[in-house]
């Protein structure tokens, strides 16, 4: 259906929620009105999660340490220990940020 011929809605659904289903709709709910958002939910529009801010920082800290563990292990052509236990650092930030931000979200 192209844009200049979107017909209007006139049709209206009513959903029944408690307080507690209310409050995890709202919690979930993505940049838009609810019933723009049910609506694409149900048409299966998948929602784009905003990336926080302070996730994409982290992510490129953690980067630069990466590019800064790889560079030294390709000057030195070995991986010491140094170099391996700022590997399981960066992995567990990783991890941590994952858990914190991403896993687990519906």
Partial sequence: MSIDKIEKRSREISVRVND?????LKKRQQGTTMARWLR?????????KQAD???????????????QTAKHAN?????????????????GLIGKLLDDNLRGTP
């Fill in 40 to 48: 694409d939910l149900g048409l299966g529009v998948l929602p784009i």
């Fill in 20 to 24: 507690q289903e209310l409050a995890q």
């Fill in 75 to 91: 000057i030195n052509k070995e991986l010491d220990q140094n170099v391996l236990k700022e590997i399981e650092v960066i992995r």
């Fill in 53 to 67: 801010p302070e996730l994409v920082r982290a992510l490129g800290r953690i980067g630069s340490n990466l590019n």
